[in-house]
């Protein structure tokens, strides 16, 4: 394969991972009990994989550490349980589970790994969850709280910040069509959800800031949304989902005002005047790319008969559907693998938001397949890292790229059936062994680290 063009100097080469996937420890440490664990125990993992263990990163952290050592890898983006730092997401702090990730920022940088922490990544206490979760806004109060003492106890050696994590997904894939915890079908009157997530955002950009944090980002997924036909309906489908996905959570965030005003009325409280404090300025924006989607009108079928994206279909109240990308190369997942789509998303946002826009960071781009010797994994990740280069190449100010993930992991409501590690993991002794692409990976990390 050949060699990939010369990213720009001091340009962040890293992988990530997030805490209910991978730490297990469910119970260790006076830990509380998360939405994702109760969604587990109800038997929502397709695969019954054993979340309580999931990939053991809790005990042998320090290895993996290692293997990112071993990458030659810049950075590491992981993410902090919010229950285990605050059990019942408000209240006392358990010191113990504050210990933990102590231990793991002083480890990353002992290798010579920056640690990049995400402080929301999808686990919401369970007493918060069960007092309505992020439909309630007291729960972005409570984030904020826990944010400021994470920072307190961290701030000195963290130089990467990620405040939350996809709340498209959140507030689509769990509150609005039950495919992801907390479970719930509220098709439209999930948009609080919407709303709660971006004003804790907002809110914990101030609380890191107070603690003398720096380098503060979020990390938005951003997909090219294509109509599926040149229709009129197509195009108006494709429209609206482009703004729930896409414009909803970044233009509050970026420019402070929403997209849609038939939309931003359905959103609950002072919404102008959390506008501003969503807008908090950041200094670096981060994006997570896995495909473009195709969406049409409701009723309509793509040309191979195949709907809907890695499984998800979408009820028939919802005024759009999802179809699979035909003539492409498809990773295990389903998920069409199309490079140029990176190029086409980030050349958008930087259209869209001009001097706006902050640098970006690639937070995960990554890829699902079987197997030790996984070449599809790394024509996936090199057509993308190519692509990435065109847009840098186009003026778009792009400064490192994360991709997901470091190891093997549960993927969600997959289980264990995905993988998306560059090292893969034996479920039954959690024993790591790097793959193909992990060796490749390496080798770009350190040809673009070469003068």
């Given at each position: 394969?050949?060699?990939?063009?010369?990213f720009?100097?001091g340009?962040?080469?890293?992988?990530?991972?997030?805490a209910?996937?991978t730490?297990?420890a469910?119970?260790a440490?006076g830990?509380?009990?998360?939405?994702w664990?109760?969604?587990?125990?109800?038997?929502r993992?397709?695969?019954?994989?054993?979340?309580?263990?999931a990939?053991?990163?809790?005990e042998r952290?320090?290895?993996?550490?290692?293997?990112?050592a071993?990458?030659?890898a810049?950075?590491?983006?992981?993410?902090?349980?919010?229950?285990?730092?605050?059990?019942?997401g408000?209240?006392?702090?358990n010191a113990a589970?504050?210990?933990f990730?102590?231990?793991l920022?002083?480890?990353?940088?002992?290798?010579?790994?920056a640690?990049?922490?995400?402080?929301?990544h999808?686990d919401?206490?369970?007493?918060?969850?069960?007092a309505?979760?992020w439909?309630n806004?007291?729960t972005?109060?409570?984030?904020a709280e826990?944010?400021?003492?994470?920072a307190?106890?961290?701030?000195?050696?963290?130089?990467?910040?990620?405040?939350?994590?996809?709340?498209?997904?959140?507030t689509?894939?769990?509150?609005?069509?039950d495919?992801?915890a907390?479970?719930?079908?509220l098709?439209?009157?999930?948009l609080?959800a919407?709303?709660?997530?971006?004003?804790?955002?907002?809110?914990?950009?101030?609380?890191?800031?107070?603690?003398?944090?720096?380098?503060?980002?979020?990390?938005?997924?951003?997909s090219?949304v294509?109509?599926?036909?040149d229709?009129?309906?197509?195009r108006?489908?494709?429209?609206l989902?482009?703004?729930?996905?896409n414009?909803?959570?970044?233009?509050?965030?970026?420019?402070?005002?929403?997209?849609?005003?038939a939309?931003?009325?359905r959103?609950?409280?002072?919404?102008?005047?959390?506008?501003?404090?969503?807008?908090?300025?950041?200094?670096w924006?981060g994006?997570?790319?896995?495909?473009?989607?195709?969406?049409?009108a409701?009723?309509?079928?793509?040309?191979n008969?195949?709907?809907?994206f890695?499984?998800?279909?979408?009820?028939a109240?919802?005024?759009?559907?999802?179809h699979?990308i035909?003539?492409v190369?498809?990773?295990?997942?389903?998920?069409?693998?199309?490079p140029?789509?990176?190029r086409?998303?980030?050349?958008?946002?930087?259209?869209?938001y001009?001097d706006?826009l902050p640098p970006?960071?690639?937070?995960?781009?990554g890829?699902?397949?079987?197997?030790?010797?996984?070449?599809?994994?790394?024509?996936?990740?090199?057509?993308?890292?190519?692509a990435?280069?065109?847009?840098?190449?186009?003026?778009?100010?792009?400064?490192?790229?994360?991709?997901?993930?470091?190891?093997d992991?549960?993927?969600?409501?997959?289980?264990t059936?995905?993988?998306f590690?560059l090292?893969h993991?034996?479920?039954?002794t959690?024993?790591?062994?790097?793959?193909?692409?992990y060796?490749?990976?390496?080798?770009v990390?350190?040809?673009?680290?070469?003068?």
């Amino acid at each position: 394969m050949p060699t990939l063009p010369k990213f720009p100097a001091g340009f962040l080469w890293g992988a990530s991972a997030a805490a209910f996937q991978t730490e297990g420890a469910a119970r260790a440490d006076g830990k509380g009990p998360s939405g994702w664990d109760a969604f587990a125990a109800r038997g929502r993992i397709k695969d019954g994989a054993d979340t309580d263990r999931a990939t053991g990163f809790y005990e042998r952290y320090a290895e993996d550490v290692g293997l990112l050592a071993g990458l030659g890898a810049d950075a590491f983006r992981f993410s902090i349980s919010w229950p285990r730092v605050v059990p019942d997401g408000r209240g006392p702090v358990n010191a113990a589970g504050l210990d933990f990730y102590d231990r793991l920022v002083d480890e990353l940088c002992a290798r010579g790994v920056a640690p990049a922490p995400t402080l929301y990544h999808w686990d919401t206490p369970l007493a918060l969850e069960d007092a309505g979760g992020w439909l309630n806004r007291d729960t972005a109060f409570r984030f904020a709280e826990y944010v400021g003492v994470v920072a307190e106890r961290l701030a000195d050696r963290v130089p990467m910040w990620i405040t939350i994590n996809e709340p498209a997904e959140v507030t689509l894939l769990g509150y609005a069509i039950d495919v992801h915890a907390p479970g719930k079908r509220l098709f439209f009157d999930a948009l609080p959800a919407a709303h709660h997530q971006l004003l804790a955002h907002g809110l914990a950009v101030g609380a890191l800031r107070a603690a003398g944090a720096g380098g503060i980002g979020v990390a938005l997924s951003h997909s090219q949304v294509l109509p599926a036909a040149d229709t009129e309906a197509d195009r108006a489908a494709a429209e609206l989902y482009d703004t729930l996905t896409n414009w909803m959570f970044s233009d509050p965030i970026l420019t402070g005002t929403h997209p849609d005003g038939a939309l931003a009325a359905r959103l609950p409280g002072p919404v102008a005047d959390d506008l501003a404090t969503i807008a908090a300025p950041l200094d670096w924006y981060g994006v997570n790319y896995y495909a473009p989607m195709l969406v049409g009108a409701p009723g309509t079928r793509s040309a191979n008969g195949r709907s809907g994206f890695g499984g998800v279909e979408v009820p028939a109240e919802l005024p759009f559907v999802l179809h699979d990308i035909d003539g492409v190369e498809h990773t295990a997942f389903g998920w069409p693998v199309v490079p140029d789509g990176l190029r086409n998303a980030l050349v958008g946002l930087a259209d869209r938001y001009g001097d706006r826009l902050p640098p970006i960071h690639i937070t995960e781009n990554g890829c699902s397949y079987e197997g030790l010797d996984d070449q599809r994994r790394i024509a996936y990740l090199d057509g993308h890292l190519r692509a990435l280069h065109r847009a840098i190449t186009e003026g778009v100010d792009v400064r490192g790229y994360f991709t997901w993930s470091l190891t093997d992991n549960i993927e969600w409501a997959e289980g264990t059936r995905q993988r998306f590690g560059l090292v893969h993991v034996d479920y039954d002794t959690l024993a790591r062994t790097p793959k193909a692409s992990y060796h490749w990976y390496r080798d770009v990390i350190a040809a673009q680290h070469a003068e």
